[in-house]
Structure formats: C-alpha cells, structure tokens
C-alpha cells in the first residue's frame, strides 16, 4: 500500500517513475508518441500544469505545477492509461512500473524548482547518454518549453479503438506558471544553466576519457534490456598511452 502523502493546491513537484526491473519499457520509438498523448490527455483531464518532462528509456521525470490538487488523480490516470497502452504495443501483460511508490518531491522554493527543470533537462546527458539535450531522441520538453512551441500528439493507433471516444490528437503549451516569476527571466536562466550544465558534463567526460553511448545506441537497445548490461564504449587509446 502506498504511504499517504500531503496534497494541497498551488504546488510544484518532481515526479519521477521507473518501469518494472528497470528495463527499457520508455526506449524512444513509438513510446515519444505514446507517452506525450497520455501526459497531455491525463493533464488537460486533471488542470495540471506541465511544466518540463523527460522520459529517458526506463524511467520519467516530469516537473508539474498542481494548481488544485489533482496530481494524485493526474498520476493515477497517466500511468494507467500508458501502461496498458505500451503493455499492447510490446506485447506485454505484466507490471508495467515498478512496484516502488511513484516518487512526488514537492519542490518548496524558486531555486528549488530551478534546480530541478535543470536535472530534469540534462538528465539523458548526466547519464552519458548523448552528449547534448537536443540529441536525446526520446522525449524531451526543453526546447518546447524553451520556444513556446506546443507538444502534439496522435492518437496511439497499437492500443486505442479507431472509433472511441479518445480524442484523435491532443496539444499542450509548457507553461511557465506566474508563481515563478516572469516566464522571460525563468527560461533565460534555464537556457543559461543548462548550457553551463552540459558545458560541465563535456568537460568533465573528456577529461576522465569517456564517451557517451550515442543515439543510435540508445535506438537500438532492446526494451526488455536493462541499463547494467549496456554501457558506452571507451575512449580509444591514443599514442604513448598506457593501455
């Protein structure tokens, strides 16, 4: 049974969620289509405010303002309406999630949202998955976000009946809620810190002589593998070097 939690309007959160013995239930194919259809559908249903989502090959982040206190009917209907929709797309009738109850941080300050849009952003970079936010080719909200442009997405054709009462497609706006502040000084700062962030990250890598694993990797891996079995190549050695 899940441990009650506190749920009162006008918060921010950091929800993050792992699929079942993290495999790669999430890895990016007909999953961005998939996950962006039942987040935006869930969110319209509930009024929550989507503010930046990540969904990396065996786990989410979202950051998500719940200005009524519908988040627990928000993540109840998300995670049930795409589980069973990628459980028909992998062929799949087991646990979709983990059996760990979904982790809500509830995000107190400025800084402390800040800080968070900033992990979640750089996430499939921190974790030597590609070497920039804009190569990660799962779902990714920063550039939406970061441009105003709206998420869309289509009716899953593998799960959803043709003629049901599900809308055929669905948009939704990243919103920069006021509590933070003006949206143009909020997305600055975030443009700011997640290239320093990465600048960082690159840094670091090439120092320690790592690589990351690539997209076409990350594309390839099977879904039902998990991440202790697929690691990124090392640097080649280069002359006069020690092996």
């Keep these: 049974m899940s441990l009650p939690r506190q749920v009162l309007p006008g918060q921010f959160s950091l929800v993050t969620r792992r699929c079942a013995q993290r495999q790669f239930l999430l890895r990016p194919d007909d999953t961005n289509n998939a996950f962006t259809y039942c987040l ?22 979202a950051v998500i303002f719940d200005r009524w206190g519908t988040y627990p009917a928000f993540l109840e209907h998300f995670h049930k309406l795409f589980a069973r929709s990628q459980n028909a797309l992998r062929g799949r009738w087991e646990s979709f999630w983990s059996s760990e109850q979904v982790c809500v ?3 107190v ?3 402390d949202v800040m800080d968070k849009l900033v992990y979640t952003a750089i996430n499939p970079v921190k974790d ?3 070497d920039r936010v804009d190569h990660w080719p799962g779902v990714n909200g920063l550039h939406a976000l970061l441009t105003g442009r709206c998420l869309r997405a289509e009716r899953p054709r593998h799960f959803f009946r043709r003629d049901g009462v599900m809308p055929e497609a669905v948009e939704l ?8 502040g003006p949206a143009a000084d909020v997305l600055k700062e975030l443009r700011q810190r997640v290239a320093a ?13 790592q690589r990351v694993l690539g997209r076409r990797a990350v594309l390839h891996q099977p879904w039902w593998g ?10 080649p050695a280069t002359a006069g070097s020690r092996s």
């Design 197 to 209: 962030v990465v600048a960082a990250i690159g840094a670091e890598r090439q120092r320690a002589g």
């Design 128 to 130: 030597g998955l590609v």
């Design 105 to 107: 941080v509830k995000l």
């Design 173 to 180: 706006r990243l919103t920069v809620p006021a509590e933070l």
């Design 109 to 111: 300050s400025r800084e």
């Design 226 to 235: 998990t991440a202790d079995k697929l690691r990124a190549p090392a640097k």
């Design 40 to 61: 935006i559908e869930a969110a319209q249903r509930c009024q929550i405010d989507v503010v930046l989502p990540c969904a990396l090959s065996n786990h989410y982040h």
